[in-house]
């Protein structure tokens, strides 16, 4: 069991190349489907209404592209070495060059130009014909396939290899990644935050090495694993929160944080922090002794993780974003659980923090009014720290705006408005995306500053 969980941490292991245990994004189909994943032996991806185990996909670079290939065994998935890439761009722009005089006009979709039918295609997998040969064959036996345009030929060769040839590609999860994935269908879980508006909150909020970052997520722990990554295992990402149970950070497992990163991710309740300030707890939430507070967290805290989980793996149905839950029945998924971030921050750091203040501010909690947080969290900033905070509306920034300026209590203040557009890019046929998002949010910054009833000598 430790040697599955200390792969990540040893010295040898190379970061870009799987092991067991660990966990990766799966993108079928060049987009189709996005499925996050825990690399086991027992371990399986579902594909159509077949299943194919990812024990090949151990060992393997992360970028490496696999395809479903027929077997002693039945079907399974092979690696795909790419060559003559060169070649084949070559003979593209020569095909493109000399097929601008045709069109597709004189073409009648009447389901009679392919002569190959399903029946001779099933014979050909039962003797063994591999996914390309099928889609080979179906382009040799088109009666129009040479009469159409470059662009649709590769349309309908795309089409045919998605369904008789699907390709796998293994890709690294980290924050971008993990990021798009989840704002490609399921935004609501990670409260609307579009990556370039997630990288502006960690430049605004001068996230570099060896900083202690004062963390606000209420957005599924995207938030915090960005700042755990970009710290590279230095400094702190103290995860604050209301109340007595701490918000769920299930993304955080998808990172493949090593055992020191995971340590230097903690969390600390906003009576914590108070009571160490001040030396009495006050009343954020419900009142209580700070071990019934973490008891009692830990018990809230349980069902929350696995509801999500549970919606997760429910919400594969739909076919656009899978998460392949670690499974009870499975010895060697149990295994290779990574060391769970998040543990409950140890008094002498909540005394350092007292005493030196977070370098940074960072919040994204849409469903907290933006006041009432940045008021309890930004005495904990030491001067000139800078804070951003990101909402999906900006009226709770404009009034949390107007109050800092009233109160004195920051400078530089601003909100920004994070803009993105996507191109496609092909040779002639580079434009934008004609689906793309309108809206990333809105990001309130500044740099705190020293009020005046701080200048008053104590």
């Not at 088109?142 to 309908?156: D, H, I, L, M, P």
């Not at 971008?176 to 935050?193: A, H, N, V």
């Not at 230097?264 to 700070?290: A, K, M, Y």
């Not at 008891?295 to 919606?311: F, G, H, I, L, N």
Request: contains cysteine; proline residues 6%; charged residues 20%.
């Amino acid at each position: 069991m430790s040697q599955n969980n200390n792969l990540a941490d040893d010295p040898n292991q190379n970061p870009r190349v799987t092991w067991e245990g660990c966990s990766v994004l799966l993108d079928i189909n060049d987009g189709d489907r996005l499925v996050f994943a825990r690399l086991t032996a027992a371990s399986t991806l579902t594909i159509g209404n077949k299943k194919y185990p990812l024990q090949p996909l151990i060992g393997c670079p992360f970028g490496s592209l696999f395809q479903v290939e027929n077997g002693k065994e039945g079907q399974y998935l092979s690696r795909v070495v790419p060559t003559a890439e060169g070649d084949n761009v070559e003979e593209k722009g020569c095909c493109q060059i000399k097929d601008e005089s045709k069109d597709n006009r004189g073409l009648v979709d009447n389901n009679t130009a392919q002569s190959l039918s399903s029946e001779d295609i099933d014979s050909m997998r039962r003797q063994g014909a591999t996914g390309d040969e099928i889609v080979q064959a179906l382009i040799a036996n088109s009666a129009t396939f040479e009469k159409k345009t470059s662009f649709s030929q590769e349309k309908y060769r795309l089409k045919k290899q998605k369904k008789y040839a699907p390709k796998v590609l293994l890709r690294r999860p980290f924050t971008r990644s993990i990021c798009e994935t989840y704002f490609k269908k399921y935004p609501e879980r990670i409260g609307f935050l579009r990556v370039d508006t997630l990288s502006l909150l960690l430049s605004m909020g001068n996230v570099g090495a060896h900083s202690d970052v004062l963390v606000v997520d209420m957005v599924g722990g995207i938030l915090t694993g960005a700042v755990a990554e970009r710290l590279g295992g230095t400094g702190y990402v103290c995860n604050s929160y209301l109340g007595l149970a701490p918000y769920p950070m299930d993304i955080i497992r998808m990172f493949n944080f090593s055992s020191e990163t995971c340590r230097r991710i903690v969390r600390c309740s906003l009576t914590d922090l108070c009571s160490s300030q001040n030396g009495t707890c006050v009343p954020v939430g419900e009142p209580g002794e700070p071990h019934n507070i973490e008891t009692q967290s830990q018990e809230e805290r349980s069902p929350m993780c696995s509801a999500s989980v549970d919606e997760s793996a429910v919400s594969s149905e739909n076919g656009m974003l899978d998460l392949v839950a670690e499974t009870s029945t499975s010895p060697v998924t149990k295994a290779s659980k990574t060391p769970k971030p998040g543990e409950k921050a140890s008094q002498e750091l909540i005394s350092f923090w007292k005493e030196n203040g977070f370098s940074s501010l960072i919040i994204a909690a849409p469903d907290v009014d933006a006041w009432s947080i940045v008021s309890e969290l930004l005495p904990f900033l030491s001067f000139s720290a800078p804070f951003a905070i990101y909402h999906q509306y900006i009226q709770p920034l404009a009034t949390c705006m107007h109050n800092l300026q009233l109160r004195k209590m920051a400078v530089g203040l601003q909100i920004s408005e994070p803009w993105l557009r996507e191109y496609q890019v092909l040779p002639s046929r580079t434009h934008p995306l004609m689906q793309m998002s309108a809206f990333g949010g809105y990001i309130l910054s500044g740099t705190k500053i020293r009020t005046e009833d701080q200048l008053q000598p104590k």
